[in-house]
């Protein structure tokens, strides 16, 4: 029989969590003007064109003969290619980063970074709810060069694709192939690819910021969490990108409640077009001219979009605090005589 005093399972709502708000930046074309890659065809005289005409022919190829690759990997092999035949010469860890030096941000980056941190932190109400905001940029291209770049001390962290010297060989931590570990392997000549993103891994990065894979290493990205404990719900995030090769991470964010903005450039090799079909499928929020200055459109409606997260946050704690019961204090008898104070009883 059941006993009339069974326990009741009551579930309850964090108080104190998910008051992180992330930007997710792609950066190409979006946080700079240009390619990451431009500096490095300046450097050794490439004709980027061609470059990137041969990479786009690489797949198609290797599909005629029963092989299978796809594009991003074709970059990345056809840049070591570039390595090993001296066209791009000694290229290493420290050369990508002097290259990222040389990247013009785009229109009002990347002080905008900081502009935003500094707007949660001038406010009270804000402060008051432990708000924050983090900068993240997931990016097909090589992590060094943005870690060079002026954006590299203001991020919270890069994903981004690696080459790496290497093989070290079999036997790695037997004498006397430790030597591979001894050398500055940051100064050492590229020939590996050692991590790779491509359109649809980039949405990996975005669950690992929402599950905090990225702050705590012991957390497996693969093992369950409920979506009230996770560090940044997807729904505190806004994701601004270029173009239709970030519709996978596009779809992830606007699909569990997040922002997206697409943002174009105008010319010769202006995205408009692509972006605005993008937005009347409903694949993004918004778009923008690549212009985060005070009174560009892409900065004003960032802000906005920033205060629509940070106030929800705030209502949604004060309506949490509010649920909680008032504890009784203090009752205060009178005698009734000219008010007099006759005994004080507390009731906590």
């Known amino acids: 029989m059941a006993s009339g005093n069974s326990e009741r399972t009551v579930k309850t709502t964090p108080l104190y969590t998910q008051r992180v708000i992330a930007f997710v930046w792609d950066f190409d074309r979006t946080l ?80 905008f970074l900081t502009k935003v941190k500094e707007f949660v932190n001038s406010s009270d109400r804000y402060k008051q709810h432990g708000i924050e905001v983090e900068h993240y940029v997931i990016s097909t291209g090589l992590r060094p060069v943005i870690e060079g770049s002026r954006f590299g001390e203001v991020l919270d962290g890069i994903w981004a694709s690696e080459l790496i010297p290497g093989p070290p060989g079999a036997g790695i931590y037997d004498q006397p192939n430790q030597s591979f570990w001894s050398r500055n392997l940051e100064d050492a000549v590229l020939d590996q690819i050692g991590y790779v ?37 997807i729904r505190n995030m806004i994701y ?11 779809s992830v964010v606007n ?32 778009l923008a001219q690549a212009n985060f200055e005070e009174d560009g459109a892409a900065g004003r409606w960032l802000m906005t979009a920033l205060q629509d997260i940070a106030d929800h946050i705030c209502s949604t704690h004060d309506e949490i605090i509010r649920s909680f019961p008032r504890v009784p204090g203090h009752v205060i008898e009178r005698d009734g005589k000219d008010g007099a104070v006759g005994t004080v009883r507390s009731q906590i």
Do not use: C
């Open 197 to 233: 993103l491509d359109d649809t891994s980039k949405t990996k990065p975005i669950f690992e910021i929402n599950k905090g894979v990225n702050k705590w290493a012991d957390l497996d990205i693969n093992a369950p969490m409920p979506e009230e404990v996770r560090r940044i719900p």
């Open 32 to 111: 700079i003007q240009g390619y990451m890659h431009d500096p490095i065809f300046r450097e050794f005289g490439v004709d980027s064109e061609k470059f990137w005409n041969e990479v786009k022919k690489m797949p198609e190829e290797y599909r005629s003969r029963g092989l299978l690759i796809n594009q991003h990997y074709a970059a990345l092999i056809h840049t070591l290619s570039y390595i090993r035949e001296g066209i791009f010469s000694d290229l290493t860890t420290n050369k990508l980063r002097g290259y990222g030096a040389l990247l013009t941000p785009s229109p009002g980056m990347p002080e």
């Open 255 to 286: 699909g569990q409640g997040g922002k997206t903005l697409g943002v174009y450039t105008l010319g010769e090799a202006s995205n408009y077009e692509a972006l605005y079909k993008l937005q009347s499928q409903g694949r993004i929020k918004h």
């Open 240 to 250: 601004i990108a270029d173009g239709p090769s970030d519709v996978p991470v596009f």
